[in-house]
Every structure is written in structure tokens, then in C-alpha cells.
């Protein structure tokens, strides 16, 4: 069984941490065939939704999970295939697009207080509070002083969250500069593919290297043990989605959400 441990950015040394040094074709928990991989991943979704109708019936604990990575990493499909099993009723995604007016008049967290997960809960970000410290690096909008404050106010937000009962799951998903032209070139030659390709993709495409070295240092510096990072390989779509569905079961496994106790009242009850 593959280890998530080389694949963990580090809370300790974090200076010696390097984004380039890991393969992202690499497939180290895809094993068989393309079929009995999704026949695994089925399993594994299945899995998970028994996990997580355990933490729903709980009601106590929550567990977070934040996907980050460039356009065409695979987010949206992450969501599809991993939760395709689970019910939506213990579940929520929310989808963090550029900020809105009444957002820009508040701090850069502010919107992300209103969408934690509340008790029993699974919530997903799809991107999240790192688009303020890759976006606005990237093209200059702060300096390297506010950064760093930014990536205090991250790690301060996410202890607030696991000291109130929340696990935080943060993965980076992590595609090749050249996986990446694949999956832009196929939206815009599919016509039913075409409604997801911006011009603005390629703005970004064109700062390939910039964001690739935003997002080491703001790995290297949030990664946490409270809330750590690990980089999902992810060229290839279906390891991508059994590493972090592997990854959530072994999280929730670990947290053993337990259901509520039989109600000794109900011992012998019969409806008529």
C-alpha cells in the first residue's frame, strides 16, 4: 500500500520543500487495470458514504476539505467522482470565485466564516482563502510583507477551526504544464466542453512558472499539523481521485465518528 507520507508537505524545514521535486504523473495508489481502478474508486465512494453518515449521525465533529490548483487540475472532478456515493444531505461544496463587491469590503477571510462546516458535516472548498495568496502574489497586488501577515492569518483561521472540532484536509492538486495544454486544447476542440474554457485561462497559463512558485512557498508555509498539505499527482484523473478518496477514508477512520447510543426508552416499543 503506498504511503501519503512523501506526498505531505512538511510543518518542520519547511524551506527544504519543493513542489518540482514531486512527479505529477506519478500513480503510486492507482494499481490494475483503468477498470479495476474505478472499480475501486466505486468502493471507495461507497465507503465513504458510510463514514460519512456515521459523522452526520454523530453530529458533533466536522471535517473540511480544501482542493487548490491551477485550471484543469481536476477539482470539479474530484468532487464528481469521489462524493458520487455520499448523501447530499451531509455534504456542501462551496465553489470560491473572485471576489464580489460586498466581499472586497470586507477582510479577505470574512467570507470564509460564513461557509465552515457545521457540526456533522463534510463541507468541500472548491479553491478557497489560497486564492489570496496566490492571486494577488502573482500579479503584484501585495508585497512580500503582507503575504507573510496573510499566511499568519491562515494558520491562525485554521486552528480556530480544528480547536472548534473541525479536521482540515488540504490538497493541492498537481498537474504537468503540459497535461494542462491537453485538457485546455480538448475543451476548446469539444464543443461540449467549450462552456468551462476562458480567454482568461490562458492570461493565467502565461504565469505558469509564477504560480508554481506561489504555491510552493505558500504550501511550505501553512502546512501545519493541525491542517497539513499534501500534493495529489494528478495527471492522471483517476489516481487523483483514489489518493484523496483514500485519503478522506483514512482521515475519517481516524476520527471514528461513533453514532448516538440506543435510547433505552425505545427498548420494546412497537408501532402500531
Keep these: 500500500m503506498a504511503s501519503f507520507k512523501p506526498y505531505r508537505v512538511p510543518s518542520k524545514d519547511s524551506g527544504k520543500f519543493r513542489l518540482a521535486r514531486l512527479d ?3 500513480t503510486p495508489f492507482a ?3 483503468e477498470t479495476q481502478q474505478r472499480e475501486e474508486l466505486d468502493d471507495l465512494a461507497q465507503e465513504l458514504d458510510k463514514l460519512q453518515n456515521r459523522l452526520h449521525a454523530e453530529g458533533r465533529r466536522k471535517l473540511l476539505l480544501v482542493l487548490q490548483g491551477m485550471d484543469t487540475s481536476g477539482k470539479d472532478g474530484t468532487i464528481r467522482w469521489v462524493f458520487s456515493r455520499t448523501s447530499p444531505l451531509g455534504v456542501r461544496v462551496m465553489p470560491f470565485k473572485a471576489p464580489s463587491e460586498l466581499e472586497r469590503a470586507h477582510d479577505y477571510l470574512w467570507r470564509c466564516h460564513a461557509v465552515v462546516p457545521a457540526a456533522g458535516q463534510i463541507m468541500i472548498w472548491n479553491r478557497s482563502h489560497y486564492e489570496d495568496v496566490l492571486v494577488p502574489v502573482v500579479n503584484g497586488l501585495i508585497d512580500k510583507k503582507e503575504t507573510q501577515r496573510r499566511y499568519r492569518h491562515i494558520n491562525d483561521f485554521e486552528r480556530l477551526l480544528t480547536d472548534t ?4 484536509i488540504k490538497c493541492m492538486l498537481h498537474i504537468s504544464k503540459e497535461e494542462q495544454r491537453t485538457r485546455l486544447q480538448e475543451r476548446i ?3 461540449a466542453k467549450q462552456w468551462k474554457f476562458q480567454r482568461t485561462d490562458l492570461d493565467v497559463r502565461v504565469k505558469w512558472d509564477a504560480y508554481q512558485a506561489a504555491y510552493e512557498k505558500a504550501l511550505a508555509a501553512t502546512s ?4 497539513p498539505w499534501h500534493v495529489i499527482p494528478a495527471d492522471s484523473k483517476t ?3 483514489l489518493m484523496i478518496a ?4 483514512k482521515t475519517l477512520q481516524d476520527m471514528d465518528p461513533q453514532t448516538p447510543p440506543p435510547d433505552p426508552a425505545l427498548k420494546g416499543l412497537v408501532v402500531s
Aim: charged share 15%; aromatic share 0%.
Design 24 to 26: 505529477p504523473g506519478a
Design 31 to 33: 494499481q490494475g487495470s
Design 165 to 168: 472540532g473541525t479536521t482540515v
Design 189 to 191: 476542440d469539444t464543443p
Design 224 to 227: 501545519t499539523a493541525r491542517a
Design 239 to 241: 489516481h487523483r481521485n
Design 246 to 249: 483514500r485519503l478522506l477514508i
